[in-house]
């Protein structure tokens, strides 16, 4: 499931385009949101207990319906194209909106992979005897309800859904109002599916309402959501950490540098700041910034610019890349602050020497959203001051930044690359969608 | 360090008693709090690279210094015990502010303990070499800035800095105001002797004002203080749960259970229930409620009451309990709702009679805090259904609910019994005052 692993970074809050289509609100009823994540912890108390096999089930069904009904998800999909198209969405947003027979038979093999997956429930993650005789074990357990707000992709729904079963949880969906009538067709199926198979369908749930509102009501159900991950752009991620009582976890903001040392090998140098920039430059895990050591700045500059541009990009550059560029005619934009902190998620590239290693350093503490970092060197000594002081989800010596992503990590599936330190950090596949137990076995046990 | 393992829970937010020294606000000077904060992030970066034996050392010194300098300790303590005096504080709670020469080696004896674990830091979580040849290593790291906001004993100041800093972090302690003198004593001995072994003094630092301003501050310093741990009453941590930006650990409320299931050992069923609420009623881990099943409700009740009122136990039972106290002529007070969602931590425990283990279940899911649930059976399959279907942090099987500690688990240390599900769930050691880092190596890789 690696084409869902990284997040493409589009801005703006699901509520941007909301529908106004408000929650019933006041006068004593209950509120949609909050009836549909009560439903939600009930189906969690229900999923809980299941085992693999049951879940796995359901699963399966869920791969057999997506294409089998696949008619009706595009028909549905098509309503949310021609709005896009009305409302002047650009081509590449669209295509990103579309699904078709081809691509939901892709979801559809996406959970199939899914199913295949280890079982994170019930692994014992710690176990003994006391020395009193207690049995201890510290059993994954599933989280219980998890809340995904999420953007234009619809295949998002999908795979959210099944990595959420999988691990034992249910989970509430909240996508974008530009993707509502595909998602209330995709999740139509799943919950046909699910039920199925025999598990509560409220295992499935999309949450009402296209306003802001209903964002709001998700954000405050403390005690009925387990947990809320928003995949999206930076200011959908700000507006949920800052706003949530319901436990967030912050994920993919990637203001990611890539540092070339003073003993770096230059065209290993070369091949990974082009690849950590421009081989998918709308991902969390491209490049921002590169940093190069002053060192070797007169003989990397000049390649490294002829390189970015032969590339596509744009380099955003400190006085001294200036000069370089000057000096080679490649046209540097001046750097400004907001350079440094910036997420392009484009072909631009913020440029700078340092003086030294620990002035890269210096420089990524101050500006990294702390998703990745790499340093090329050919030096161990300053690979390993660089992976020691860096303080940021993943370090990469001598390897691309793009690296940073479950499906290259081995862990088969990914709901998201955690950006903070709590719970999960770096890419999240099924062991972070669980939680733990302490189940303790004595034969009548008091304590002195 | 068990003794420090429970929480007394004693209501009320430490602001409730503070004095009104306000943190400097507006007109562009750095409010107080913040500039602590931002003194802890940089103290932590210093922190993070350095070795155990570093760590180790300034702990060494900081037990040592705590008997060498025991005098000043104790002259400061005398203050807080007598403003607690004159403020006509129950004796309980001037015991458990004081500090005495004995109690102050005692806490030294705690930190030498801290000292001989092991160090979290460093230790490789996961580790691979993926496909492509790329090295994989998931390395525990420290957190960075701890925040812990507790009540009146001073003996958390120390414990907690142990831990924070055997675990490679930076702390901010906000202690009670009632032990503000205690409180600015340890630090001033904690900062010398970090600073005397070479480390940042400003990796120990109190929180300033005792305002409760200056605990808002605190809980709105995202980005500077990477956790908020609140140690204390049930509102307390409410309100650092529902006001704070900064991740929050939940800890230590506990409304705990004791179901004493139809095929219960009576025997031991009578032992666990009077250890689990009379051992040590004022913890988190005794027992607020028990609940038998109706099939042996003839039997058990009678002893059980006898039991309960011999050990000074007041029951608050439902009708099938008040007709048991009618029987047996013991006092029985009627219960109501209030009764099942109250954490007493003291001589009172609610009590009622079920229809079945799913009952049991039932009503734990709807009354309990998460902490701790106790079942008392001979039969295997009602254990499995009671651990399997119970979501809280630890469930006993025929032992007593005060086993849910660090030290009775094991960890040798704890700052806290987590009761939320993200990050850690349970007693936390010194593995969960960390996070963790990926370190990827490899030779020019690229993505294709």
Chains 1, 2 share one sequence.
Request: contains cysteine; proline residues 6%.
């Amino acid at each position: 499931m690696t084409r869902t692993s990284t997040e493409d970074g589009t801005p703006g809050t699901p509520a941007s385009s909301g529908t106004p289509h408000a929650p019933t609100a006041g006068g004593g009823a209950e509120p949609s949101v909050t009836a549909t994540a009560v439903r939600a912890r009930d189906a969690a108390a229900e999923l809980a207990p299941l085992p693999r096999t049951a879940r796995d089930a359901a699963l399966l069904a869920v791969a057999e319906a997506l294409p089998a009904r696949a008619a009706e998800i595009v028909a549905a999909n098509a309503d949310d194209i021609a709005r896009a198209r009305a409302a002047g969405t650009p081509d590449s947003l669209v295509d990103r909106l579309t699904l078709t027979t081809e691509r939901i038979a892709a979801i559809a093999a996406d959970v199939r992979d899914v199913v295949a997956l280890p079982d994170p429930v019930g692994e014992v993650v710690r176990g003994s005897t006391l020395p009193n005789g207690l049995e201890l074990r510290q059993v994954r357990v599933p989280l219980g309800v998890v809340g995904i707000i999420y953007e234009a992709r619809p295949n998002v729904t999908v795979d959210a859904a099944a990595l959420c079963l999988k691990s034992g949880n249910a989970v509430l969906l909240r996508g974008s109002s530009s993707a509502y009538a595909s998602n209330t067709a995709l999740v139509a199926v799943l919950r046909d599916a699910v039920a199925g198979a025999g598990l509560p369908a409220d295992a499935v749930q999309l949450v009402p309402g296209g306003s802001r509102e209903s964002v709001k009501e998700l954000m405050r159900a403390r005690g009925l959501v387990d947990v809320l991950i928003p995949r999206g752009g930076a200011s959908l991620i700000r507006t949920v950490v800052e706003e949530s009582t319901v436990p967030v976890i912050e994920t993919g903001v990637g203001n990611c540098h890539v540092y070339v040392d003073e003993h770096a090998d230059l065209d290993m140098a070369v091949d990974i700041l082009v690849n950590s920039k421009a081989q998918r430059p709308s991902v969390c895990n491209s490049a921002e910034t590169v940093l190069v050591h002053a060192g070797i700045a007169d003989a990397f500059l000049p390649r490294a610019l002829a390189a970015l541009t032969g590339a596509g990009v744009t380099v955003h550059g400190d006085p001294a890349w200036q000069r370089a560029g000057t000096t080679a005619g490649a046209a540097v934009v001046p750097a400004t602050d907001e350079d440094w902190g910036t997420e392009y998620l484009s072909y631009d590239i913020a440029a700078a020497v340092v003086p030294s290693l620990e002035a890269a350093v210096g420089h990524i503490r101050r500006w990294t959203s702390g998703h990745t970092e790499a340093i090329v060197t050919r030096d161990a000594s300053a690979a390993r001051r660089f992976t020691t002081l860096v303080d940021s989800t993943a370090v990469m010596v001598n390897a691309s930044t793009r690296f940073t992503d479950g499906g290259q990590f081995g862990f088969g599936a990914e709901i998201g690359i955690s950006t903070q330190k709590l719970h999960a950090r770096g890419p999240m596949g099924l062991p972070e969608l669980t939680s733990t137990k302490y189940v303790v076995t004595g034969d009548g046990h008091v304590r002195d």
